[in-house]
Structure formats: C-alpha cells, structure tokens
C-alpha cells in the first residue's frame, strides 16, 4: 500500500510512519509536512537515508497544485491526515493558523483526494471536538460537537467538512477522535514533556488553575495501531472514537512524573488557568473495540517510565527542537500566567 501522510514530522505522525513501515513491508509512505515550530525532519532522517519506501517533501496541505501532483498517476492509495496547528494554548494566543490549516488545509486536502479519486482518506481528529464532562460520562461518537477552544472549533470543522465530503460525494473518509497522547518525540509544550524538561532543570512546574482537570491519556503506540484498523478495517463515513482507559488529573500526573524522575512535589507551583479550560475527557471506545477489534496495550505507569526513559536518551532532541520561537512563546505565556 502506498501512504501520503500529512504531518509526519510531528509527534503523532513521526510515531505512525516508523510503526508501520515496521510493521507493513510491502507499504510505502510519502511524508507530506510544512515544518512548522513543531515539525523536525531530523525524527526521520534515518528513514530518509536508509529506507526507500520513505521520501519526505517539504510542503503545505494548503498547497492544491501541489498535493495534486503528489496524488497524480496512481501514485498513493491512501491519505492519512496528521497535519494540524495542535496546540490549545497557542490557538489561544491566535487562532488564525488554527482555522487555516485545520479547516482550510483539510478540506483541501479532502478535495484533492476526491478529484483523484484516492481509495481511502484517514482523517485524524480528536476527543476535543466534543467539548468538556462533568464528572460522570464519557464521549461517544453520536456525542454533539460542542468545541469550546480555538483549536478544537477548527478541529471540529474539519470534521464536518469530512463527513459533508461522505454524505454529498460519497468520498471514503473516515474520522478518528483519539483522547491525549503521550510518548516519544512530543514538543515540549504539552503537559508531560514540559514538565520532565522544567523538572529537569529543577524549574517550576506550571500547573493550571487547581490541577484538577482530567485527561485520559494513551500511549502513542496505540493511537497510531488505532489509526492502522480504521485504514485497514474502517466504515467509510464514520467516526471512531480511541482512548487509554487512563482517566488521571493534571495534578496526578505531575506528582507521578515527579516520582519516576525522583524531583520534589515542591516544584509545583499552580499558575493562572487556560481560559476556557475543559474539565474533563473521557472516552467510550466500544464502537473502535467491537468494529475494529481496538484495544490499548499500554498502562499509564508503564507508559510513562518508557516515555521519561526516551526523554533521557535523547537529550539532544530536546535541545534542538527549543528554537528562539519556541522560547518567545514560552516565556510569553507562562510570564502572562504567573
Ligand atoms: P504536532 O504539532 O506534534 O505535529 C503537527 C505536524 O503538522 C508538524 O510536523 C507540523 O510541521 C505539521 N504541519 C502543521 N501545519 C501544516 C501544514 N499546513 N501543512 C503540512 N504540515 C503541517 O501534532 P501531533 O500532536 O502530532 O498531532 C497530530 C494530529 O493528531 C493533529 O491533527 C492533532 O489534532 C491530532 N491529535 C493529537 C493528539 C495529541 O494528544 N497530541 C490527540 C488527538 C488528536
Ligand atoms: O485530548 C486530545 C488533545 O490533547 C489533542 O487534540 C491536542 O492536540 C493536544 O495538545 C492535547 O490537548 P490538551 O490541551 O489536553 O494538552 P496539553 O498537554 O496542552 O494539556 C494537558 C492538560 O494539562 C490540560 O488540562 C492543561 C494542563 N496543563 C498544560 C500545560 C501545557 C497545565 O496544567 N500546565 C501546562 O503547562
């Protein structure tokens, strides 16, 4: 099978083309990506000068003729579409990139895929789409959208956009809302590898409002085999739902990260709140385990420990992707916070 994968050099994306490409001998996969602040072609330079079932091309999913030509001539059966401003904090800050990319991007590359009539078209969204719970609950694919943040309205118009491209052209796409993930090659702007990096550096840990929100937290492993089914054995037109099954509040989640790298609880300081910050996530993923047969392989513990172990072993990695853009809007935010 032959892949375009749209933002590959990100976290997500970068997990999923060395899992497959493992796993998968016969498949082959174009990586589609802008490098943007959180995008780093150096995660996949080994592919790039060792495998020749990996080529990278620098690029825009807002680019039609250019991912027209990448689709041109038979050359892919499938699209899988990472590619996303994906932070909530700085779709705070402007949600400008957020609407381009995530709606526009996709949709262009919705339309693209449907001129070239591609086979099957993997949309990757998430369990943010559906807004906040309460304390009991858990999101189901027939949930209402009800985004509350920038980043999440833009994700859930693509989402829409998606399912508009089944119903009015009968497109085969498919959609996958997957809960927090965590694990190797994740920016150190997220929750987990910020606060091992700031930890580290016996920095404070800026917990938001009362470290009470809950995430449910998955491993990227299973997402990305979440991603695999839904190409592999996916309902065109559906939305499938993937979790942990590792609901944990913030504040649990950096007392346990403080335990595995042995710093002290002290290094807690509670900081402004994200406005509109969404309490809780949960996820029934019954549809995904019935239909696709998905189950998470990893626990949260387990997970972690793997996650600080990668973090330690490639140090360097940490270094190199802390441009001066990311410490603007680093000191920026937090300074605003504290
Ligand atoms: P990321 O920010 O780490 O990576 C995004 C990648 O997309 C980067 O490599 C970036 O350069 C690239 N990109 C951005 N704009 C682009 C454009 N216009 N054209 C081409 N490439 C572009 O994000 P991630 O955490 O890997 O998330 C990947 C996808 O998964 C996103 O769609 C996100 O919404 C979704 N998702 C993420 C999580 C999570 O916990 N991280 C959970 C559920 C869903
Ligand atoms: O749920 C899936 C989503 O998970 C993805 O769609 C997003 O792309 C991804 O960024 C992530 O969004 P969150 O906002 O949940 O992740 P983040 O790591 O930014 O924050 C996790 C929780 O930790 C959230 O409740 C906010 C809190 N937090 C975060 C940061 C960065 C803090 O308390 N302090 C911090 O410094």
Redesign the pocket.
Known sequence: MKLLV????????TNFIRLMLAKHPDWSITN?????Y???RLNLLDLEENENRYDFVQ????DRDLIMDLLDGNKVDAVI???????VDRSINDPSPFV???VQ?AQNLLECARQRKIDRFVH????EVYGTLGDEGKFEETTPLAPNSPYSAS?AGADMMARAYFETYGFPVLVT??????GPY??PE?LIPLMYMNALADKPLPVYGDGLNVRDWIYVDD?CLGVELTLLKGREGQAYNFGGDAEETNINVVKTLLSVVGKPESLITYVKDRPGHDKRYAMDFTLAADELGFAPTVNFEEGLKKTIEWYKTNATWLEQVQSGEYRNFMDTWYEERS
């Open positions: 749209t933002g590959g050099c990100g976290f997500i994306g589609l990506d802008k490098l943007t959180a995008g780093n690029g825009d999913i807002c579409n990472f590619a996303a401003e994906s932070h381009v990319t995530n991007g990757i969204s998430t369990d994700k809302r997957c809960s927090n993930n965590y994740q920016f997220k997402h």
